[in-house]
């Protein structure tokens, strides 16, 4: 992509809204636009971060069994009222009336409509176990939507459904989220710690969240400082073998973590000294609430024994468009934004720190056209500017390599090639620049 070309409203001032770091860079590096309070219009920078974390999630889910599937976002409330939870979601609850007086929602989650699609198909054990999920937006009218995407009104969820016969199979799909999103947060280069969670308007018994140490989260959580020690790094895992998967839920679940509703002061079972206190941000929450839901609705399935019995079900979130807010907060510094790799918008960005001269120009269109052929997602700042401010605007948009290419560097036959994250700068020839990502 050519600087020059791109829509990019970046603000050179701190927008007085913004009050955390993540909603101030995101203004700032023209990622979003408020349009109404927490709604935001996506802008080319942030909707392709957005698209990328977006993907990471879908292939975790594929990854772990799971089937994709597209749900409307505008749900009838007769459903609802199936289940009981018309009444019970309150003002949160966006309601719409149809031009034939219709009740209708904008949907702040699926559990419903879930359910009505399995119960229409499946009647028998054989079909099960099985798991789909959407990305899809969501309403939920806050009553304080702030910071940004972190707490919108209208927001980017992934929302898996698991459906099995018995509780222990329920259990194993439960299981199976876990360790999906493990991985999907380490992937991103997230340390996401599973908490011990309520249950709040979803219902259950059994829940984590998954929560991204940080000052400006909004929930307060409890945790064994050995937490902050503990490896997130993406492992490999075959979904087919439980044992495998129930290890590593085993482990996870070992050390203590819980949010402040479910800390009992006093009880948790770590020594005082170990006990921390912080807040954090709720990037993912998992369910299992049984037959909440199957058994108002009346999905059931026959069992190899005979007779029917409604489905044990669970659901699995995760906060896509918070994420990119998560991210940010966990990964930046006073220049700006500092993308892990695989979430950044652009892997490389070249400046042209001195465009009127016809070497450095050379060098950077035949850099960019060679790396663009390499599938190397790359920004070229070809725009008319002082060398300083191109520097500052990919340390702003948080591009994780950049190659400044200058007339002095060049009559040396290097470049500059800069780690935005350690800040280390390394000359090299051209080639060598282009070999380095291009390998
Ligand atoms: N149906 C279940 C799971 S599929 C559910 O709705 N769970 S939830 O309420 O916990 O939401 C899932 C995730 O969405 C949360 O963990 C959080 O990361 C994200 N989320 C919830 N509310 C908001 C909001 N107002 N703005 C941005 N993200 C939100």
Redesign the pocket.
């Known amino acids: 992509m050519r600087l020059s070309a791109y829509f990019l409203p970046t603000l050179r001032e701190n927008p007085k809204e913004a009050q955390i770091v993540s909603h101030r860079l995101m203004l700032r590096a023209g990622m979003i636009q408020q349009s109404s309070a927490g709604i935001y219009s996506w802008l080319p920078l942030g909707y392709k971060v957005l698209r990328k974390i977006e993907q990471i999630v879908r292939e975790e889910q594929d990854a772990a069994g799971a089937q994709e599937v597209l749900m409307p976002t505008i749900q009838s409330a007769d459903l609802w009222r199936e289940s009981g939870r018309y009444d019970d979601y309150g003002k949160e609850m966006l309601r719409i009336e149809d031009r034939h007086g219709r009740d209708m929602l904008y949907g702040p ?3 419903e409509l879930i359910t009505d699609i399995f119960r229409s198909h499946v009647r028998s054990y054989k079909a099960l176990p099985l798991m789909l999920y959407h990305i899809q937006w969501k309403f ?1 009218d ?1 009553v304080r ?1 702030r910071f940004g ?5 209208e ?1 980017l ?1 992934k ?2 459904y698991s459906f099995d016969t018995t509780y222990e199979g329920a259990v194993d799909a439960y299981n199976k989220m876990f360790v999906a999103y493990l991985k999907t947060y380490a992937r991103m280069g997230l340390s996401a710690i599973p908490m011990k969670a309520d249950t ?1 308007p ?1 219902g259950g018994d059994l829940s984590h ?1 998954f929560i991204v140490l940080a000052d400006t989260g909004e929930s307060g959580v409890f945790y064994d400082k050995a937490w902050e020690s503990q490896d997130f790094a993406n492992m490999n895992v075959n979904y087919a073998d439980m044992d495998e998967v129930n290890a590593i839920v085993e482990r996870y679940t070992s050390l203590y973590a819980a949010t402040d509703e479910k800390h009992v002061p006093g009880e948790a079972p770590v020594p005082e000294a170990n006990l921390k206190e912080r807040r954090g941000i ?4 998992i ?1 299992y609430f049984g037959t909440k839901y199957s058994e108002p609705l009346g999905a059931v399935v026959s069992t190899p024994e005979g007779g029917d019995v409604p489905v044990h079900m669970g ?5 896509v ?2 994420l990119v807010g998560a991210i940010i907060e966990a990964s930046h510094d006073d220049r700006g934004i500092i993308w892990p790799e695989q979430v950044a918008p652009f892997t490389v960005g070249i400046a042209n720190l001195k465009t009127d001269d016809e070497g450095c120009t050379a060098v950077c269109e035949d850099l960019y056209a060679k790396l663009s052929a390499a599938g190397i997602e790359t920004l070229i700042d070809d725009r008319d500017e002082r060398p300083g401010a191109k520097m500052a605007n990919l340390d702003l948009i948080g591009v994780p390599w950049q190659v400044l290419v200058g007339p002095r560097g060049l009559k040396s036959g290097v470049v500059e090639v800069k780690n935005r994250k350690s800040g280390a700068v390394e000359e090299m020839t051209p080639e060598a620049a282009l070999n380095r990502f291009a390998s």
């Open positions: 989650t699926n559990e939920r806050e939507p995407v972190m707490r919108g009104r927001f969820m929302d898996n709040g979803i969240e709720e990037v993912g929450q369910f659901s699995y979130g995760v906060g468009s918070r």
